[in-house]
């Protein structure tokens, strides 16, 4: 049961009415497990949110503050509130994003991406070598993986056509680098699709195909092309949507299928080689960027076939993966889409709750639908409700229904991703819950999770910003999430592009 109370409180102290409204809704009985509470001085608006084993109808209780919190005990049993800090007025927190957006795209332009370009080009095999261990002893690496391969072309790609360049880097360069090292090694030139993994020199070392790496595949050729008009990158880009369509849809249950051999055969046997999601099943995260990669895709090309695609990717991830209530958000479904249990199946992620959200405003705006905001802001309610830390800043990693998180490190691309989806929500207009969310996630990436030194973002961190790891690159981490976020925020409450040097 969720208990729901808000109360107005005079500027002079005195109180001009009580509870306006206090709802209560339950599903199944539950232990009384947890309560958050929210509130400020001045015009006080408190939010109580509960959980407790019997349903109490909504009422409507006039009165002061005392006797708000004496019906709540006499509910639920002795609570304490937990106010807030104070609201900002709204320009002082736009001023304040205004700056911090100015301090990233300085970071960006002369920290972020120089990094990237001077540590990650692989200018002598071609493609890119990730392996940055943030100063601890780290593995050399020994593999190229499609995923991060493709993620570092979009991202020189993107930083180009956003305008970031200077006199030593030349970032559509390092993207058409990338793109041919793409093109050469990873690409299966008798059975189409592109390799999983290789060697340093592009020899594959697992030809296997998963539409996860696939998907990002195409993420890569079409802003290639957007950045270089190189009209050959769409037509790859378009070329393997209509491989995957032929090879992984299933046109008896929808969706597509996740893993297969070289020569397209399913697999339903989970193996050491599967390093992404399970075999056999359906799963949010592929689904989720075969929607964001279908979404660029159509933008670029307005082909029917591929719309068709976008509108039942955006309709299997909205209803089976990443519902209105976040709390019935799921990681895996059997192929006819009956929930899928286990370790690895169980819970949520509050980080990937939030990417669809803002990504699913994106589909729809490119399909030219009316944006879904109420799901939008469903989702971002549920996992400030439950998954971000109040006290601090910070979007935690993992949870189940609409508990407490249960995973409270903070991983990088979480927090990038919650950093994408409020700026989001912010450019419809004011919100003061998303103001404060925003700005305390960015005085805790500026504390602890951003390294002064070179502005990349460290792996992961304890709830309490403490370093868990340090790694800056590797096979699952390039220039994506946080550039990505850091542009949209950029563009969101400050300059819309780098100032050419």
């Known amino acids: 049961m969720v208990l729901m109370g808000r109360v107005d409180q005079g500027r002079g102290g005195g109180v001009q009415s009580g509870l306006h409204s206090l709802r209560a809704t339950c599903g199944a009985a539950c232990d009384l497990n947890g309560w958050r509470g929210y509130g400020s001085l001045g015009r006080v608006k408190t939010r109580l949110c509960l959980r407790g084993a019997a349903a109490i109808p909504a009422v409507a209780v006039p009165g002061t503050v005392p006797v708000v919190l004496l019906a709540v005990a006499s509910a639920l049993a002795s609570v304490a509130l937990e106010p807030a800090a104070s609201t900002a007025p709204a320009s002082a927190a736009r001023t304040d994003l205004r700056r911090q957006a100015e301090a990233f795209r300085v970071q960006l332009a002369e920290k972020v991406l120089p990094y990237w370009y001077d540590t990650a080009i692989d200018w002598e095999r071609g493609g890119y070598v990730l392996a940055d261990a943030g100063g601890r002893p780290g593995r050399p690496a020994t593999e190229k993986q499609i ?81 270089s008009r190189d009209a050959e990158a769409l037509r790859q880009a378009l070329g393997l949507f209509e491989t995957i369509q032929a090879r992984c849809h299933d046109g008896a ?72 209530a976040g709390g ?44 879904s905001w109420d799901h939008f802001d469903s989702l971002l309610a549920h996992a400030l409700e439950c998954g971000y830390d109040h006290e601090r800043g910070g979007l935690y990693n993992r949870g189940f229904g609409n508990e407490p998180a249960t995973d409270t490190d903070k991983i990088w691309w979480v927090q990038s991703e919650l950093l994408a989806a409020l700026t989001d929500g912010l450019g419809r207009g004011p919100r003061a819950d998303y103001e404060r969310a925003l700005l305390a996630l960015l005085r805790f990436l500026d504390g602890h999770q951003i390294d002064p030194q070179d502005g990349i973002w460290r792996e992961s961190v304890t709830a309490a910003g403490q370093p868990k790891s340090t790694a800056k690159a590797h096979n699952w981490k390039a220039n994506y999430h946080d550039v990505r976020a850091l542009v949209k925020f950029i563009e969101g409450f400050g300059q819309p592009t780098a100032v050419p040097r």
Request: aromatic share 14%.
């Open 328 to 371: 019935q958000a799921a990681f895996h479904r059997h192929p006819d889409w009956r929930r899928a249990t286990g370790p690895r199946s169980d819970g949520l992620s509050y980080g990937h709750n939030v990417e669809f959200a803002w990504l699913m405003i994106r589909a729809e705006k490119v399909l030219g639908r009316r944006p």
């Open 147 to 227: 995923v991060t391969q493709a993620r570092m072309v979009w991202g020189f790609a993107h930083a180009h056509l956003k305008g970031y360049r200077d006199g030593r880097r030349d970032y559509l360069k390092a993207a058409a680098h990338g793109y041919r090292f793409l093109q050469d090694k990873f690409l299966d030139p008798e059975h189409g699709g592109y390799y999983w993994k290789t060697d340093l020199t592009g020899q594959p070392v697992n030809d296997r195909k998963y539409l996860y790496g696939e998907a990002f595949v195409i993420y890569a050729a079409v802003e290639y092309h957007r950045a």
């Open 253 to 324: 249950q929808g969706g597509w299928g996740e893993h297969y051999t070289r020569d397209w055969r399913l697999l339903t046997d989970q193996d050491d080689r599967i390093e992404v999601e399970l075999a056999g099943m359906k799963s949010a995260n592929a689904h989720l960027h075969w929607m964001e990669a279908l979404a660029e895709l159509y933008e670029a090309t307005g082909d029917r076939r591929v719309k068709d695609a976008l509108e039942e990717a955006l309709r299997l991830n909205a209803v089976y993966f990443y519902p209105r």
